[in-house]
RNA sequence: GAAGUCGGCUGGACAGUCGCUGUGAUGGGGUUCGCCCUGUCAUGGAGGAAAGUCCGGGCUCCACAGGGUAAAGGUGCCAGGUAACACCUGGGCGAUGUAAAUCGACGGCCAGUGCCACAGAAAAGAUACCGCCUGUCCCCACUCGGGUGCAGGUAAGGGUGAAAUGGUGCGGUAAGAGCGCACCGCGCUGCUGGCAACAGGAGUGGCAGGGUAAACCCCACCUGGAGCAAGACCAAAUAGGGAUCCUUAUGGUGUGGCCCGCAUCGGAUCCGGGUAGGUUGCUUGAGGCGUAUGGUGACAUGCGUCCCAGAUGAAUGGCUGUCCUAGACAGAACCCGGCUUACAGGCUGACUUCCGCC
């Protein structure tokens, strides 16, 4: 178990693009209601074990993110602020910013219970999304 | 040394690196001059329970603006602490334990009402099923006596039950009975100690009286309601409202190059309400730490010192390395004081019992 987590490695210094943005501020996420609405009306959806992603094409030049993890995911406070953690953390090492996409994640209950694989899951997640919009340019 | 009881503290550590968020300083850009965006540096960033939302407050709005009563709800040995409490401290009583200690809705069923399954004679103004005793009728025997029925006496004994109208002993009696006596228990009245709960002891009454008030109820005391999504401020777009002024049907607006035609009934300015959204409330407080004094203690007072999260789709994290005992329960959302529940380990103090040694 232990050997597995790592086998994934995700901020290492080595990794990092030079000249291009790792952090993830307020620009870079979804804050209002409204917005995630707009997104979620796209119905350009992909499921996954955990999650539930839309997307939505925006004018921003950026990626902004949202995530929703309900107290039907878990009752407990501590695991769903981890999950929520572990979706910016991986969003913001796989450089996501570049691709002009509104993205919602929405956790589904199997998120909770799996916690090393969830982070596998989330970096084959990123990597699809990034190849999504050069199929389609 | 072993077993145990009651507290207190702690809740992985260190280094590197990439982030998020608050604050301060400083540079750049924008600006409606309120501030906003962005870079650099410094620095702060979850808990003992942040939890359950079970009590008590502060704060805010609404109601009453003074008092009382009723309803409804809560509390319930005593004294103290506290802003307040259902909390805490000390004490009393009862229960458990060898003990340290722990636990207790711990006011009132002689104000009233209700309930007490099954069993049992009887479950509450006691009662006579068996038994015991007396009298009497009849029968058997005719020596003591025995039996049946009837009329009484009796709460000693039996059996039932969670619980049966004080307990033990002696006297007493036909048999019995607080019927009498002694001790215990209980009630009442003084006394002594204590602020009190209560305790001790004295006298007195022959003895009242089952349990249940987390049954209604009675007594004493307490309580207005809703909550930060409280509340306050700023305020687009769209629709609608009001005021003033202007223009009037030979008019205005829309369609259209223009006319005819068709549709429609105003226009301008200002104002307040209000939605999205934003700002504020929002962290300096019954505050922490140290110390001195008073108090058995909870705690109080004085002095010194510190500023210790403030997010708002919601930060406090990811990765790598090293170490060990391998990290439990678990995430602030207006703020405090409690209670309750969850919790891997580790450190530490006081006390009790037993064993060994001097």
């Known amino acids: 178990m ?3 987590l790592k086998g994934v490695p995700d901020c290492l210094p080595e990794k990092r ?4 943005h790792h952090g993830f501020e307020k620009s870079q996420r979804l804050l209002k209601p409204t917005a995630f609405r707009q997104v979620l009306r796209q119905h ?5 074990r955990s999650f539930t992603i839309s997307t939505a094409v925006n004018q921003q030049g950026h990626a902004r993110l949202g995530i929703a993890v309900s107290r039907k995911v878990s009752k407990r406070a501590v695991v769903r602020n981890r999950i929520k953690r572990q979706i910016r953390e991986t969003f913001r ?11 919602v994640l929405i956790a589904k209950p199997a ?8 982070r596998k899951e989330l970096a084959t997640l990123w990597q699809n999304l990034l190849n999504y919009p050069v199929k389609h340019c």
């Open 17 to 20: 693009v030079p000249g291009q």
């Open 111 to 118: 998120a909770a219970l799996r916690k090393v694989e969830l």
């Open 44 to 48: 350009h959806q992909t499921r996954s």
């Open 93 to 103: 090492c796989h450089h996501v910013t570049s691709v002009a996409l509104d993205i």
């Open 2 to 4: 232990l050997g597995e």
